[in-house]
């Protein structure tokens, strides 16, 4: 595989300089120079016009993994690779295809040995899980990645209706039968609401959920830079599996569920009827950018379990299997307690 001119070398012995979370800049593992990045702006890209481009990536050389089904890119450069999410070694490289390339990026501010010590406390608590999880769980096995991400943008313009209900007590029967029921007054209310909305996130990828990265959030999306090479020296991205259109799709139903709330906000009420609203969304932008998380997982019994840390903020989530034996052992020992204690009883009784 022919080298990328475009990777930093080290002014100094020449190596391969990598990414550096602790100063924001380039080192040279080798003879410990350091080279700084210099930041640069990014613009908000408009939905409309770019939801039709397709462009090919050429530096960078996109892998699957064949354990876990995890799509991942490398810099051209890479001569070996792991697969980030289950430390598989046979990935295997894959044609590239069309997409946007990113614009913006957050670069990683944690290193590995911070994520290491977020998820250390973690994992010791986890008195149930797999052994082979725990014994694996070490700073080595934590794989930096920028996750393929939409930040999305729009103005909102929402006429809505809603059916809502508001609950009461009254006392029927007499006598023995006399008791208290409930029951609803339903109303109807009408409204327009202008909401407007900026850098939503959105996934891009297929190895991590919506509902995992939400565990991670925030993202100081204030912080975004424009998209530089170098900070991924060192570091993996996952593959983008999903279009743009597929990505606001999502964002329309986060920006949705807020428009209801603080709709729904205005008003009294303890029950829901129905609630129909009719949105315009205007001056859409976004950027695609790249996100850090720090990665731990593996495989087990043809299932993914995974640790991950935002690699901003050091927030954490994660999965584990659980060992059979401990379970076991524990249900055996509980049982063994309450027969003693059944027993005592029945003797004492006796």
Not at 64 to 71: A, I, L, M, V, Y
Not at 90 to 95: D, G, M, Q, S, Y
Not at 226 to 246: K, T, V
Not at 290 to 319: A, E
Request: net charge positive; glycine share 6%; aromatic share 14%.
């Amino acid at each position: 595989m022919e080298k990328d001119t475009h990777i930093s070398k080290c002014e100094s012995c020449g190596a391969d300089m990598i990414y550096n979370p602790k100063t924001l800049g380039l080192y040279c593992p080798y003879c410990e120079s350091q080279k700084a990045i210099n930041k640069i702006p990014t613009t908000i890209r408009d939905y409309h016009l770019e939801r039709e481009r397709s462009v090919v990536d050429d530096e960078m050389q996109a892998y699957k993994c064949p354990n876990c089904g995890g799509e991942v890119v490398f810099d051209a450069y890479v001569t070996s690779t792991a697969c980030p999410f289950c430390s598989a070694t046979n990935v295997v490289k894959l044609k590239n295809q069309k997409g946007l390339k990113p614009d913006g990026i957050l670069p990683f501010l944690y290193t590995k040995e911070m994520a290491f010590e977020a998820g250390k406390n973690w994992i010791k608590k986890k008195f149930f899980a797999l052994g082979a999880f725990k014994k694996n769980f070490k700073a080595e096995n934590f794989n930096g990645v920028y996750v393929p991400s939409y930040f999305f943008s729009s103005n909102t313009y929402t006429k809505y209706h809603a059916r809502l209900g508001k609950h009461y007590t009254v006392t029927v029967g007499s006598g023995k039968n006399r008791r208290t029921v409930t029951k609803t007054r339903w109303f109807t209310v009408r409204g327009e609401l202008s909401r407007d909305f900026k850098d939503i996130i959105i996934e891009a990828t297929r190895q991590l959920t919506q509902s995992e990265l939400h565990k991670i959030n925030p993202y100081d999306t204030e912080s975004l830079e424009g998209y530089q090479r170098d900070y991924l020296a060192g570091f993996s991205a996952e593959r983008n599996d999903a279009s743009l259109d597929q990505g606001f799709a999502n964002a329309k139903v986060i920006m949705d569920d807020t428009i209801q709330r603080e709709a729904l906000s205005r008003y009294s009420y303890d029950v829901v009827g129905s609630f129909n609203a009719d949105t315009t969304y205007s001056n859409i932008g976004f950027h695609y950018a790249l996100i850090p998380i720090w990665v731990f997982g593996c495989k087990h019994k043809d299932k993914m379990y995974r640790y991950i840390v935002n690699g901003r903020t050091g927030r954490s989530y994660g999965k584990y299997p659980i060992s059979a034996g401990k379970v076991c052992t524990i249900v055996f020992a509980v049982l063994a307690f309450v027969a003693t204690v059944l027993a005592l009883i029945y003797t004492q009784g006796a």
